[in-house]
C-alpha cells in the first residue's frame, strides 16, 4: 500500500474525500499522515474523527519560507510517505522544497488548468462566460499551478451560476477526481518521469477527463 501524505490548511474535504477512499479494497494506498499549516484548519478534526494521524507545522512560528518548508519537508518523512497530495494547502512552497519531492507532489486547483491559476478561480470563469469550468489534478513544479495535470473534472456551467453553486458543483467533482488519481499513481498505472504524466507506460497526451454535469 503506497504511504500517502495530505498536507491542509482548510476545511479538509478532499482530504476527507482521499481517506474515505482509501478504505475501498483496491485503492492500493493509505493516509499516513495529515499535516496541517495551522492549528484552526478543520480538516485536523476530519482527520483525527477518520482515525488518520494528524499534525501541524505552524507556518506562523517559522521566521520564513525557507525554515517552514525545511521543516515541513521533516515531518513528511518521519511520517513515510512517499506520495503527498495537497489539499486546500494555501501556502507557495520553495523551489528547493519541490525539487525535494519531484515526482511525488500533487496538488489540486480549481479550474481547467491552464487556465484560471491562482485564486478566484469561479468568479473569473464565470466573467469570462465559459461554457465549462472544473478541477485540475496536476504534479507539482516551481511554477505555481504549472505542473503537469493528470487528470480533470470538467463541468457545464449553468445560467445564473454564481460562485457558491459552482464550488459546490467543482467540490464534489474534486473528491472524485483526487482519489482516483492518488489509486493510479498507488498501483503504477500513472508516473510522472521528469516533467511529464505518463500513462499505462505511454506519455499522456492530454489530461485524463471525468465528466459529471450531475455533480450536486
Ligand atoms: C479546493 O477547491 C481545491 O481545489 C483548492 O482548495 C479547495 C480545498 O477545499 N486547492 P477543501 O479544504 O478540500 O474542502
Same mark, same amino acid.
Given at each position: !500500500?503506497?504511504?500517502?501524505?495530505?498536507?491542509? #490548511?482548510?476545511?479538509?474535504?478532499?482530504?476527507?474525500?482521499?481517506?474515505?477512499?482509501?478504505?475501498?479494497?483496491? #485503492? @492500493?494506498?493509505?493516509?499516513?499522515?495529515?499535516?496541517?499549516?495551522?492549528?484552526?484548519?478543520?480538516?485536523?478534526?476530519?482527520?483525527?474523527?477518520? *482515525? %488518520?494521524?494528524? #499534525?501541524?507545522?505552524?507556518?506562523?512560528?517559522?521566521? +520564513?519560507?525557507?525554515?517552514?518548508?525545511?521543516?515541513?519537508?521533516?515531518?513528511?518523512?518521519?511520517?513515510?510517505?512517499?506520495?503527498?497530495?495537497?489539499?486546500?494547502? !494555501?501556502?507557495?512552497?520553495?523551489?528547493?522544497?519541490?525539487?525535494?519531492?519531484? @515526482?511525488?507532489?500533487?496538488?489540486?486547483?480549481?479550474?481547467?488548468?491552464?487556465?484560471?491559476?491562482?485564486?478566484?478561480?469561479?468568479?473569473?470563469? /464565470?466573467?469570462?462566460?465559459?461554457?465549462?469550468? *472544473?478541477?485540475?489534478?496536476?504534479?507539482?513544479?516551481?511554477?505555481? +499551478? *504549472?505542473?503537469? %495535470?493528470?487528470?480533470? @473534472?470538467?463541468?457545464?456551467?449553468?445560467? *445564473?451560476?454564481?460562485?457558491?453553486?459552482?464550488?459546490?458543483?467543482?467540490?464534489?467533482?474534486?473528491?472524485? /477526481?483526487?482519489?482516483? %488519481?492518488?489509486?493510479?499513481?498507488?498501483?503504477?498505472?500513472?508516473?510522472?518521469? +521528469?516533467?511529464?504524466?505518463?500513462?499505462? @507506460?505511454?506519455?499522456?497526451?492530454?489530461?485524463?477527463?471525468?465528466?459529471?454535469?450531475?455533480?450536486?
Amino acid at each position: !500500500m503506497l504511504p500517502v501524505a495530505v498536507v491542509i #490548511s482548510g476545511r479538509g474535504s478532499n482530504m476527507e474525500a482521499i481517506v474515505r477512499a482509501a478504505q475501498n479494497p483496491g #485503492s @492500493g494506498y493509505r493516509v499516513v499522515r495529515v499535516i496541517a499549516d495551522r492549528e484552526t484548519a478543520g480538516g485536523l478534526a476530519r482527520a483525527a474523527a477518520l *482515525g %488518520v494521524s494528524t #499534525s501541524v507545522v505552524p507556518a506562523k512560528q517559522f521566521a +520564513d519560507r525557507a525554515s517552514f518548508d525545511a521543516a515541513l519537508a521533516a515531518e513528511l518523512e518521519s511520517s513515510g510517505a512517499r506520495l503527498i497530495a495537497l489539499a486546500g494547502f !494555501m501556502r507557495i512552497l520553495s523551489a528547493e522544497f519541490v525539487q525535494k519531492f519531484a @515526482g511525488r507532489l500533487l496538488n489540486i486547483h480549481p479550474s481547467l488548468l491552464p487556465l484560471y491559476k491562482g485564486l478566484d478561480t469561479h468568479a473569473r470563469a /464565470i466573467a469570462a462566460g465559459d461554457s465549462h469550468h *472544473g478541477a485540475s489534478v496536476h504534479y507539482v513544479t516551481a511554477e505555481l +499551478d *504549472g505542473g503537469p %495535470v493528470i487528470m480533470q @473534472g470538467r463541468l457545464r456551467l449553468r445560467a *445564473g451560476d454564481t460562485p457558491e453553486t459552482v464550488s459546490a458543483r467543482v467540490h464534489a467533482l474534486e473528491h472524485i /477526481i483526487y482519489p482516483h %488519481v492518488c489509486s493510479l499513481i498507488a498501483t503504477g498505472r500513472v508516473e510522472c518521469r +521528469d516533467t511529464s504524466v505518463y500513462f499505462d @507506460g505511454e506519455p499522456l497526451p492530454a489530461p485524463l477527463i471525468e465528466e459529471n454535469d450531475a455533480a450536486a
